[in-house]
């Protein structure tokens, strides 16, 4: 995609890795739409990096149409989407109701489908790009994260499925986090740090560089792909 035109959706914007992955782009020279479901703070992060704002709730089609379309018109085109608003429960399996699954479904999963179906022509005119974020958690797991593994495989499979249906124009590639410290869960500990093969928890940068990567021409022979970063945790054999 050219150089100096180059326009972004990133969701989940307002907080977190997605509110990194905003700033980050937006440095390097992207015009980013910020899509979340937090109106007020999204609206702050695109003040902040010159963008766009746009309250969008992902789970619900005609929400993502709507902010597709202010996207538009707002930006004049979009090369580029990076879906990765996400929600996160713990929740026992005989307690999770089936509206919950449905939900954690509809944001994590549903909503890349609509994205990208939403998407389609403008990427393929673009020759575009899109990233999604899935997880770790879409290969190993803990108890009661039923909902959230199924969806983060699924977003792994669903990025290479993207990827065949749209080709040769649209690359399509994922980006599985491991632990990436939001500031959301409190100070870390030292041995939080420690267990990791690289000897730190991650941050939303870390994320934000690869998916800059997997965006830009230098990955052009690379779709369907998935780049897990996470400071080596899910290669690390853990005998006790
Ligand atoms: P976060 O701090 O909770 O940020 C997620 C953002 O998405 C929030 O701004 C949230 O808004 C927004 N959002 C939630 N539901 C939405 C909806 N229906 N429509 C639009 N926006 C919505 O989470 P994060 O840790 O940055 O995670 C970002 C992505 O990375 C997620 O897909 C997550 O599964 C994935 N991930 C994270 C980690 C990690 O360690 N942090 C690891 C692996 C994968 P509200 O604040 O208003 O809810």
């Known amino acids: 995609m050219p150089s100096d035109t180059r ?17 980050h782009l937006a440095h390097a020279g992207w015009s980013v739409a910020c899509a979340d479901s937090d109106a007020d703070a999204v609206q702050k992060i695109a003040t902040e990096i010159g963008g766009v704002g746009i309250g969008c ?15 538009r018109s707002r930006l004049g085109r979009i090369d580029a989407l ?21 939900r954690v479904l509809a944001i994590n999963l549903t909503a890349t489908f609509l994205l990208a179906r939403t998407l389609a022509a403008d990427l393929k005119t673009a020759r575009g790009a899109i990233v999604t974020i899935a997880s770790t958690r879409a290969h190993m797991s803990e108890p009661d994260t039923l909902a959230y593994s199924a969806t983060k495989g699924g977003i792994v499979a669903l990025t290479h499925a993207l990827a065949m249906t749209m080709a040769p124009d649209v690359r399509v590639n994922c980006v599985s986090p491991g632990w990436i ?7 870390l500990k030292p041995s939080d740090h420690a267990q990791h093969p690289v000897g730190r928890v991650g941050r939303p940068d870390d994320i934000a560089a690869a998916v800059a990567y ?27």
């Open 7 to 23: 326009t972004v959706i990133v969701t989940g914007a307002a907080h977190g890795i997605g509110a990194g992955i905003a700033r």
């Open 82 to 102: 990076v879906s990765n608003a996400g929600i996160s429960k713990f929740e026992p399996m005989a307690t999770t109701s089936l509206a919950s699954w449905n």
């Open 214 to 240: 997997l965006l830009s021409e230098a990955a052009g022979f690379v779709t369907g792909a998935e780049l897990v970063v996470d400071g080596g945790m899910t290669r690390k054999m853990i005998y006790t």
């Open 57 to 71: 709730d992902v789970g619900v089609e005609s929400d993502v149409e709507r902010m597709v379309a202010v996207a």
């Open 181 to 187: 410290d939001t500031g959301k869960h409190g100070p």
